[in-house]
């Protein structure tokens, strides 16, 4: 099994900075892409930001140049720099990573979840 621990959560005031990350552990062949999403009260998950196995990103227009995603593939880790933070961007944020797993014989990608990590931007 695959699992993605995520820690960096927290309270901060507006135009402050946090920094989230992901460790993905278990039986793991490679993985080809880490992401975040988030998800405010009453409203659906979105995507935050994106990474591939090559570096390639891809980000939410709304936290275009204040959120910077990076990756460390030998630890399996993505990390989400958060900086000039707003009220808005209060949400639980999820990690998501597309892994290729040993199944059986066979190698597949499959896609897992974190648990959710809660952001609070607030005065």
């Known amino acids: 099994q695959v699992q993605l621990v995520e820690s960096g959560g927290g309270l901060v005031q507006p135009g402050g900075s946090l920094r989230l990350s992901c460790a993905a552990s278990?039986?793991?062949?490679?993985?080809?892409?880490m992401g975040w999403y988030r998800q405010a009260p009453g409203k659906q998950r979105e995507l935050v930001a994106a990474?591939?196995?090559?570096?390639?990103?891809n980000y939410a227009d709304s936290v275009k140049g204040r959120f910077t995603i990076s990756g460390d593939n030998a630890k399996n880790t993505v990390y989400l720099r958060m900086d000039s933070l707003k009220p808005e961007d209060t949400a639980v944020y999820y990690c998501?990573?597309?892994?290729?797993?040993?199944?059986?014989?066979?190698?597949?990608?499959?896609?897992?979840w974190g648990q959710g990590t809660q952001v609070t931007v607030s005065s």
């Open positions: 990474i591939t196995n090559w570096g390639s990103t």
């Open positions: 278990g039986r793991i062949f490679s993985i080809n892409g």
């Open positions: 998501n990573a597309a892994v290729l797993e040993f199944r059986g014989s066979e190698i597949q990608e499959y896609e897992h």
